[in-house]
C-alpha cells in the first residue's frame, strides 16, 4: 500500500511522505501542507472510546505518520505526554453548563505543549535517522516561544533561537523562557516590536543560502505536525464526555487565533467524529469572527487584549481551511490568497453548517471570569474565558459543549485579580521561576545583527 502523502494548498511541487512534510514546514510554493485523504474512522470509534490517552494517540497519529517505525512512534507519544503532570494528560471537568477540556498541564500551562512537546520528539528521530541537524529559528509574543523551548531543550542535533521583543512580553512569560538554560537554547531579546521580530525571522527565512546553510526549521503552527497532535484531543474529550453524558453528538468551543487549534477540531469531524458544531471564539481581534458571520474575511489593526495569545491580524491556518472550501481546489485557493494579499480582503460565498463564530470584548471576559469562579469554583485564564462565553451562545440541549482551556489561569495572574479582585492564581512552577538564574542575550532590531549572532553560535557549539 502506497503511504499517506502531503499537498500543497496551492497545489506546487510534488506531495511528500510525513516525515519530509515535517521537516520542510511551509510548501516551497508559499501553501501550507494538507494530507491527500483524510482516513474516515468511524468503524474504529467504538473499539477507541476506552483507550488511554497515549494509546488514542498513537492509533490517531499513526495513520497520519506512517513512515514513522511503529515502535519509535508509541516511545516518542509516551515520552512526549509524561511530562504532563495530570494522569489523563488532558482531563474533562464539568463546570455550569459546559464541559471544560484542560490542555494545560503541560511543562509550561499552555495547550501548545500538547503538539510542541511531540513535535521535539519527532524532530529528533528524524535528525537520528538523517544525520542531519536543525537550527529553529521563531519569532514570539509569549507562549509559543517557552512551549517550543521547552520541547527542544537538551535535545541532540537541534538548536533553538527565540526572538521575543524585550520589554514587551508578560515578566512571567520572559522569565519562562530566559531560565532555560541548556546550551541548545538561545533567547533573544530584541530592541523592537513582535512585528520587527516576526519580520527579522520571515527574513531569514526568505534568504534561501542562509536557510539551508544552517538548515533553518519552523515550528509555528503552519507546521502539520502541530495540527496533527491537536487532533487527538478533540477525540479523548469526546469519549469522555459521550461515556458520561450519553450524548451521540457533542461541540466544541475553542478559543482562536490563528486557526491552528480550531483547525485539528475540524479534521477530526472529517474523520468522522460526531461533532455538530464548531464554535470558533476571538477577542476584539475579530477578523474570523466577522468572517463566519458576514463571509468577508478583512484585516484591521491589532488590538492589545487580556488574551494576548489571540491578538492576530491574519489566521496563519486559515488557508487551510480555504482549501477545504474550494474543494480542494488548489488554483481557487491561490487565486483567494492572492486577491487577500493585493486587496487586503476577501469575500466568500456562504457555506459552513460546521463553524459558528461569536465574539468576547475584555468586559465580557472579565465577567465570565467572575461568574465561573463565583459560581461553580472554577478559575478560567483570560482565553479560556473567551470560549466559554461565546460557548454560551451556542449550547444545544441534545449535544453537550465542550471548552477548550487552553491556558492555565495562573499564567495571568493580572487578569484574574483584575476580574476578582484577589490574588487567586498560582502555580508552583511559575512561582519557583522568581528565584531561577537567567540568560538572554540582547540585540538591536536587525536582522543582520541577529543573522550574525545565530552565524557565531552555530559555529561555536556544536549541536
Ligand atoms: C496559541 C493560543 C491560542 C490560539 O490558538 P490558535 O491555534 O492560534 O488558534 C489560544 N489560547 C492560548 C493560551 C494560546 O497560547
Redesign the pocket.
Known sequence: MRGMRYVSTRGGGEPLPFCATVLTGLARDGGLFLPEAIPDVRDRLAAWSQLSYPALAYEILRLYADDVPAAALRDMIDRSYATFRAPEVTPVVAAGDVQILELFHGPTL???DVALQFLGNLFEHILARTGGELNIVAATSG??GSAAIHGVRGRRRMRIFVLHPQGRVSPMQERQMTSVLDANVHNLAVGGTFDDCQNIVKALFNDLAFRDRYHLGAVN?INWARVLAQIVYYFYAAFRVQERTGARRVRFS?????????FAGFVAQRMGLPIDRLVLATNENDILARFFDTGVYQTGAVAPTL?P??D?QV?S?FERYLYYRANGGARQVSRWMAEFQLAGRLVLPAGDDLIRAGRCDTAATLATIRKYWTAHRYLL?P?SAVGVYVAGQHLDPSAPMICLA??HPAKFGDAIRQAIGEDLAHHPILDALAALPTRCARLPADRAAVAGWIETSISGSPA
Open positions: 499552555a495547550f501548545k507562549d509559543t503552527s475553542v478559543p482562536t487565533g490563528n486557526f491552528g487549534d480550531i488574551s495569545s489571540m492576530i489566521a491556518n485564564d482565553h487552553t491556558a
